[in-house]
């Protein structure tokens, strides 16, 4: 639960007369597991806290907790192109919840996407990667499950058109698109990488949002970790390839960012920021070293026909891995753009001559705290070489801009910086304008390129501020 956050100090930066820049201090409350205290002293304790560490893991609260619920209540709503649906009671609770459920039908809602009496889920449930679920993950979930404590919380009917509605259709779609399969370790590759691969396949579902999807909402898996937009922020290609996704992230780099939502390159936004506050900054040093190295070793090279440093996770059945890109779709990707790897500008802005209107907007709202894109380390983060202006997909940068922006609470560092909201001071116009100055000054995109459209500003303001 997370309490009411208090300013105490103003950032040393004064002389720089920073607007809002507060540094927020609250005690780190860690996730409540949501068990009584004599089950985690029980002789099954050890196992419980087991299937809790695997809930984690695969963050079963984003989307089954809602901000103001009970933990596992359900009630969070996807909306979708053809309705809501609305994620379910997952507590043991005999009339709302699956307190009547078998292991089976829990297992077989996991890795199948079917509930109990043969109930189809929909795929918004990320059973597609939950099928990679080894046996004893699932047992540990089954028995964490049981014993987290019941709530009475009724389900909200989902609203779908029809033939949405119509669950049955999801057979047809998982004959389609779903391949039901545990996660096979690849022989060739070492145990650090093959945890990482179940971790990232498997438990953290990490392609449901960094894999695009084609246009039945189904995972290209041939185009794995190529970059997607979903629920308005733009998670980023994560397969290396001519200086793109992770390619000059060092793993440690990556670990960090994954644990803390700060790194160099990267400060987490958006449902990243979730997916690290509600479920990676509890897991263990060597699993989130091990995700690092798995995502690491994902290629996907322009023009080349060999994948060999990725060697296949587990084959689907139209032959291609699910978790490894095919150098053929490289070119195509629209997201990709080459991430600006540039020294700080040599000219500062303003020093020559007449302002342009970018760099004008840019001196009255930015620069005292992102200086000239440099940002200050461990303060604010640099504009140059960040991943959220040199990213072809604007969304997260315009985002960013209007709705502020504040580091993730962590219980390595439970301090965070705030960056204030820009929404209710400049317009359409005026942000496409500064953001188009942005990304073509410090995310080295072409000038044609890095233009922004007033309306694509507009389209996002109306989701941040409906
Ligand atoms: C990305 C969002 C998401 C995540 C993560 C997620 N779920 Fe779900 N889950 C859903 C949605 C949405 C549904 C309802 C789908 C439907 O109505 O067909 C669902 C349905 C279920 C059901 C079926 C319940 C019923 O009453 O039919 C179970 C059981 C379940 N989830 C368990 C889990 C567990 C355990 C985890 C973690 C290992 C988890 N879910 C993680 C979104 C999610
Ligand atoms: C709910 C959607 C979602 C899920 C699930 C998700 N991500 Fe992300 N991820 C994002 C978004 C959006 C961003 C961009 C914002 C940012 O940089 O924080 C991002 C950014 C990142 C970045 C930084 C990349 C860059 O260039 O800035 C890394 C690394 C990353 N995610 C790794 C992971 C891993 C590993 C997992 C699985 C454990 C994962 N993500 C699951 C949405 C998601
Ligand atoms: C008061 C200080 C402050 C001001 C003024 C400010 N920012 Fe920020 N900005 C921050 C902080 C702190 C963060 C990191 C938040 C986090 O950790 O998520 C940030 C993050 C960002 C990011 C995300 C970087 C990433 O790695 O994902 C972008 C882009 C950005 N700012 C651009 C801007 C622009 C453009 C302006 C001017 C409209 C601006 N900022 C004004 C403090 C500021």
């Not at 409540?32 to 304790?45: F, K, P, R």
């Not at 619920?69 to 043991?92: K, L, Q, R, V």
């Not at 929909?122 to 047992?139: C, E, G, I, R």
């Not at 317009?427 to 942005?438: C, K, P, R, S, Y």
């Amino acid at each position: 639960m997370r309490i009411t956050t208090v300013f105490i100090t103003v950032l040393p930066l004064l002389s720089l007369a920073v607007p809002a820049a507060a540094q927020q201090y609250t005690q780190f409350e860690p996730m409540a597991l949501a068990v009584a205290d004599e089950d985690l002293t029980s002789a099954q304790g050890d196992a419980i806290r087991r299937g809790a560490y695997v809930a984690r893991a695969a963050d079963c609260t984003a989307c089954h907790t809602t901000a103001d619920g009970e933990p596992y209540a359900g009630g969070f709503a996807f909306d979708t192109p053809f309705g809501t649906i609305y994620s379910p009671n997952i507590t043991p609770d005999d009339e709302h919840g699956i307190g009547t459920w078998s292991k089976a039908d829990f297992t077989s809602a996991l890795r199948q996407g079917t509930g109990k009496n043969g109930k189809h889920l929909y795929p918004a449930m990320p059973y597609t990667a939950y099928t990679h679920l080894s046996d004893d993950d699932v047992d540990a979930l089954w028995t964490y499950f049981q014993h987290v404590e019941p709530q009475a919380t009724p389900n909200k009917p989902n609203e779908l058109m029809w033939p949405f509605s119509w669950r049955a259709a999801m057979w047809g779609w998982n004959l389609l698109f779903f391949d039901d399969g545990r996660f096979e370790p690849d022989p060739e590759q070492s145990d650090l990488w093959n945890r990482g691969a179940y971790l990232v396949t498997g438990p953290g579902h990490c392609g449901s949002c960094h894999t695009p999807r084609n246009i039945a909402m189904a995972i290209q898996s041939d185009n794995a970790f190529m970059g997607n937009t979903i629920q308005g922020w733009h998670a980023p290609r994560l397969a290396s390839g001519d200086g793109m996704g992770l390619e000059d992230w060092p793993v440690d780099e990556v670990v960090q960012f994954l644990t803390t939502g700060a790194a160099s390159r990267s400060a987490a936004t958006g449902t990243m920021k979730e997916a690290i506050h509600d479920s990676l900054q509890y897991l263990d040093d060597a699993d989130l070293r091990a995700m690092a190295v798995y995502l690491k070793s994902l290629e996907n090279r322009d023009g080349e026909t060999s994948v060999a440093k990725t060697a296949t996770a587990t084959p689907d059945k139209r032959g291609t891995s699910p978790s490894v890109p095919s150098p053929a779709s490289a070119a195509g990707t629209p997201q990709a753009v080459r991430v600006g790897r540039m020294p700080p500008p040599a000219m500062s802005i303003g020093e020559h001559g007449q302002l342009t209107k970018g760099e004008r907007l840019f001196m009255d709202n930015c620069q005292a705290c992102h200086l000239q894109g440099q940002g200050m380390p461990g303060a604010f983060p640099a504009l140059v070489n960040n991943s959220a202006t040199a990213q072809k997909d604007p969304s997260n940068l315009i985002r960013v801009i209007l709705q502020g922006a504040q580091g993730v609470q962590t219980q390595q560092d439970p301090t965070v910086l705030t960056m204030p909201d820009f929404a209710w001071r400049l317009d359409d116009e005026q942000i496409a304008t500064l953001a188009g100055f942005v990304r073509e000054r410090f995310g080295g995109q072409p000038a044609e390129q890095a233009r922004i459209d007033p309306d694509q500003v507009a389209e996002l303001r109306e989701q941040v501020h409906p």
